[in-house]
């Protein structure tokens, strides 16, 4: 017994064997560098993890490779992995932003203003047009080059640069129209029937000139503090058609007439044949006299009458 443990002690003595940890492919990839290494590709890459295989995707943009593309890139950088099935493969994705429209658009304005156009006023039609990706830290440059203006078309043509760290110099076509636009002013809220403006009702936007209608309201003074004659929605233009003076008085309601001349006024009692807003000419008949005239509403419930004024005959009274 003694002699078969003096055996095992040698045996004992041996060192534990490392596992062993092969190589393989990550099934995503977020890239975070223009190019791509071996160690992105593949887990326990060992040595050659930093050696580079190739262009990773440009920003925003997505691969993927096969299991064939897999072992054609492990056998040609001496990486011992084979496919197990065909159904093993990498997505690559590398982040971007897109670069905002405003800023293209700011550079329109600035260059074609040069060129004539009243750009601020402007809106673009830019068909087509796929904003730049660039990596989503990157600080682009944008530029403009060999940009061209028809000022009987408003139409534009030229190229737009982009250049930042991490990815190549991008140049992409940009073409499209300049769009005049007009001032209108919009509902900032649902209006109901008779609702008198006030400030914070509305306010001035700029629309396309070809979507505005004749007799669109353009000028805020033009509607605060006047009334509607119809229901309108939010965001919805005001038609001046649909704006009087607030109504001082309303048909049928019984008004207080007011002659006034040099040393003289007089004061009658009478009733209101027609809605009327200040300032504007209302028809009232005397209670007293029957007879009708045609007076200005001077406030809620009061008109004046001009001396001399023609008395004007009701339809159907003689």
Same mark, same amino acid.
């Given at each position: 017994?003694?002699?078969?443990?003096?055996?095992?002690?040698?045996?004992?003595?041996?060192?534990?064997?490392?596992?062993?940890?092969?190589?393989? +492919?990550?099934?995503?990839?977020?890239?975070?560098?223009?190019?791509?290494?071996?160690?992105?590709?593949?887990?326990?890459?060992?040595?050659?993890?930093?050696?580079?295989? =190739? &262009?990773?995707?440009?920003?925003?943009?997505?691969?993927?490779?096969?299991?064939?593309?897999?072992?054609? %890139?492990?056998?040609?950088?001496?990486?011992?992995?084979? +496919?197990?099935?065909?159904?093993?493969?990498?997505?690559?994705?590398?982040?971007?932003?897109?670069?905002?429209?405003?800023?293209?658009?700011?550079?329109?304005?600035?260059?074609?203003?040069?060129?004539?156009?009243?750009?601020?006023?402007?809106?673009?039609?830019?068909?087509?047009?796929? +904003? +730049?990706?660039?990596?989503?830290?990157?600080?682009?440059?944008?530029?403009?080059?060999?940009?061209?203006?028809?000022?009987?078309?408003?139409?534009?043509?030229?190229?737009?640069?982009?250049?930042?760290?991490?990815?190549?110099?991008?140049?992409?076509? %940009? &073409? =499209?129209? &300049?769009?005049?636009?007009?001032?209108?002013?919009?509902?900032?809220?649902?209006?109901?029937?008779?609702?008198?403006?006030?400030?914070?009702? &509305?306010?001035?936007?700029?629309?396309?000139?070809?979507?505005?209608?004749?007799?669109?309201?353009?000028?805020?003074?033009?509607?605060?503090?006047?009334?509607?004659?119809?229901?309108?929605?939010?965001?919805?233009?005001?038609?001046?058609?649909?704006?009087?003076?607030?109504?001082?008085?309303?048909?049928?309601?019984?008004?207080?007439?007011?002659?006034?001349?040099?040393?003289?006024?007089?004061?009658?009692?009478?009733?209101?044949?027609?809605?009327?807003?200040?300032?504007?000419?209302?028809?009232?008949?005397?209670?007293?006299?029957?007879?009708?005239?045609?007076?200005?509403?001077?406030?809620?419930?009061?008109?004046?009458?001009?001396?001399?004024?023609?008395?004007?005959?009701?339809?159907?009274?003689?």
């Amino acid at each position: 017994m003694l002699r078969r443990a003096i055996f095992l002690l040698p045996a004992l003595a041996l060192p534990a064997r490392a596992e062993v940890l092969h190589p393989a +492919p990550r099934p995503l990839v977020l890239a975070e560098e223009p190019v791509l290494r071996l160690g992105d590709l593949f887990e326990n890459a060992g040595p050659r993890a930093l050696q580079m295989v =190739g &262009a990773a995707p440009a920003p925003g943009r997505r691969m993927v490779l096969d299991a064939g593309s897999l072992a054609a %890139i492990a056998q040609r950088h001496g990486l011992a992995w084979r +496919p197990l099935s065909g159904e093993e493969r990498s997505m690559i994705e590398r982040a971007g932003r897109a670069i905002d429209r405003d800023e293209i658009e700011a550079l329109l304005r600035r260059d074609l203003a040069r060129m004539g156009l009243d750009a601020e006023e402007a809106e673009f039609d830019l068909p087509g047009f796929v +904003p +730049p990706m660039v990596p989503a830290a990157a600080l682009p440059e944008v530029d403009l080059e060999a940009l061209h203006y028809d000022a009987r078309t408003r139409r534009f043509a030229g190229t737009l640069v982009v250049a930042a760290e991490g990815m190549a110099t991008q140049r992409s076509r %940009i &073409a =499209g129209r &300049a769009a005049p636009t007009v001032p209108v002013v919009v509902a900032l809220r649902r209006l109901a029937v008779g609702d008198v403006l006030r400030d914070g009702d &509305a306010e001035e936007r700029r629309s396309r000139a070809e979507r505005v209608r004749p007799g669109t309201a353009q000028r805020l003074e033009d509607v605060v503090g006047r009334q509607l004659r119809r229901p309108i929605g939010a965001g919805l233009p005001f038609m001046t058609v649909d704006l009087v003076a607030p109504v001082v008085v309303a048909r049928n309601q019984p008004v207080v007439m007011v002659l006034e001349a040099p040393g003289l006024a007089l004061t009658a009692r009478g009733r209101a044949l027609e809605d009327a807003g200040m300032g504007e000419t209302v028809r009232v008949m005397n209670l007293l006299s029957r007879s009708v005239v045609e007076a200005e509403a001077i406030g809620p419930g009061r008109v004046r009458v001009t001396p001399g004024a023609v008395p004007v005959l009701v339809a159907g009274r003689g």
